[in-house]
């Protein structure tokens, strides 16, 4: 693959494309994991399949169309859930459903043939064009810039959200801001593994780097790498063997955080074992 990345225009896009999208997601997923915000992070990611359709119907770019529906998506989700109108799993539940029945909806009000929505579906990270890069980098360089400015902040909003208020912290604006950049981060995500698979992408390395260290800042930057190279190894396994490759990075993801949970288990139960005999020699 490394011989074919000097060849081809393609895969280099893909290899980007996974890179950057790595930096938004290791960032932001880490904040997801602690606030416990991964189901409605999943509602915003397919409530942005309606804009994928409408896209396609008013004929603009279907990616511009999920930004949109994302950002809306994440605003709609934050005011009734601070408002506490209804629980939030129901509202979550609502724009889920209500995302995806407009994109099928748009596009069946299409004329002609169907188009393939494959790629925004599962992901197409080997279709990746120059239009998709600059949006990538453009999302991951807001994401990384907004949570760099407001680290502290962010700090004491995720420790502590009454306390943070105390402290002064606008923690309402923190939280719709927090909303948005997942959305940001979706919209970058979903040529790479697709809308179906992104939750994958934006939790398992943040998870995985929460099984390393404790540290917030440490998680993030091991979140980000390990995206990065479950991204680089999963692009490489699917073209060496001709599979999808979003489904491969997914797979990937969920195998090294298997693999650290294991590993890390197993040497706390060998920790426990050695300490047997020096309590064995204490007890009375």
Same mark, same amino acid.
């Given at each position: 693959?490394?011989?074919?990345?000097?060849?081809?225009?393609?895969?280099?896009?893909?290899?980007?494309?996974?890179?950057?999208?790595?930096?938004?997601?290791?960032?932001?997923?880490?904040?997801?994991?602690?606030?416990?915000?991964?189901?409605?992070?999943?509602?915003?990611?397919?409530?942005?399949?309606?804009?994928?359709?409408?896209?396609?119907?008013?004929?603009?770019?279907?990616?511009?169309?999920?930004?949109?529906?994302?950002?809306?998506?994440?605003?709609?989700?934050?005011?009734?859930?601070?408002?506490?109108?209804?629980?939030?799993?129901?509202?979550?539940?609502?724009?889920?459903?209500?995302?995806?029945?407009?994109?099928?909806?748009?596009?069946?009000?299409?004329?002609?043939?169907?188009?393939?929505?494959?790629?925004?579906?599962?992901?197409?990270?080997?279709?990746?064009?120059?239009?998709?890069?600059?949006?990538?980098?453009?999302?991951?360089?807001?994401?990384?810039?907004?949570?760099?400015?407001?680290?502290?902040?962010?700090?004491?909003?995720?420790?502590?959200?009454?306390?943070?208020?105390?402290?002064?912290?606008?923690?309402?604006?923190?939280?719709?801001?927090?909303?948005? &950049?997942? =959305?940001?981060? +979706?919209? !970058? #995500?979903?040529?790479?593994? @697709?809308?179906?698979?992104?939750? %994958? *992408?934006?939790? /398992?390395?943040?998870?995985?780097?929460?099984?390393?260290?404790?540290?917030?800042?440490?998680?993030? &930057?091991? =979140?980000?790498? +390990?995206? !990065? #190279?479950?991204?680089?190894? @999963?692009?490489?396994?699917?073209? %060496? *063997?001709?599979? /999808?490759?979003?489904?491969?990075?997914?797979?990937?993801?969920?195998?090294?955080?298997?693999?650290?949970?294991?590993?890390?288990?197993?040497?706390?139960?060998?920790?426990?074992? @050695?300490?047997?005999?020096?309590? %064995?020699?204490?007890?009375?």
């Amino acid at each position: 693959m490394f011989e074919a990345l000097f060849q081809y225009q393609f895969l280099r896009n893909a290899l980007f494309s996974g890179l950057l999208a790595s930096v938004a997601c290791g960032i932001v997923g880490v904040i997801v994991i602690e606030k416990k915000l991964v189901m409605m992070s999943g509602g915003i990611a397919h409530t942005s399949y309606g804009g994928v359709g409408l896209g396609y119907l008013l004929g603009f770019e279907p990616i511009l169309g999920a930004f949109l529906f994302s950002v809306l998506a994440a605003v709609g989700i934050g005011y009734v859930k601070r408002k506490g109108g209804t629980r939030s799993d129901v509202i979550v539940g609502l724009f889920w459903s209500l995302g995806m029945a407009l994109g099928v909806l748009f596009i069946g009000l299409m004329p002609g043939y169907p188009p393939d929505l494959t790629s925004y579906l599962f992901g197409g990270i080997l279709s990746v064009t120059r239009t998709d890069l600059t949006m990538a980098l453009a999302l991951s360089a807001i994401v990384a810039l907004v949570v760099a400015m407001f680290y502290n902040d962010w700090k004491a909003y995720l420790f502590d959200e009454e306390f943070a208020a105390i402290l002064g912290v606008r923690t309402a604006v923190l939280e719709y801001l927090l909303l948005i &950049l997942v =959305a940001m981060t +979706i919209v !970058a #995500l979903i040529r790479v593994v @697709g809308i179906i698979l992104v939750m %994958a *992408l934006l939790t /398992a390395p943040a998870a995985t780097a929460g099984l390393l260290t404790g540290n917030l800042k440490r998680r993030m &930057l091991y =979140a980000v790498l +390990i995206g !990065a #190279l479950c991204c680089t190894a @999963g692009l490489w396994v699917s073209y %060496a *063997l001709d599979i /999808a490759s979003g489904a491969s990075i997914v797979v990937l993801c969920a195998a090294c955080y298997f693999a650290v949970f294991g590993v890390r288990a197993l040497m706390e139960k060998l920790g426990q074992r @050695g300490l047997r005999p020096d309590e %064995a020699e204490g007890a009375p």
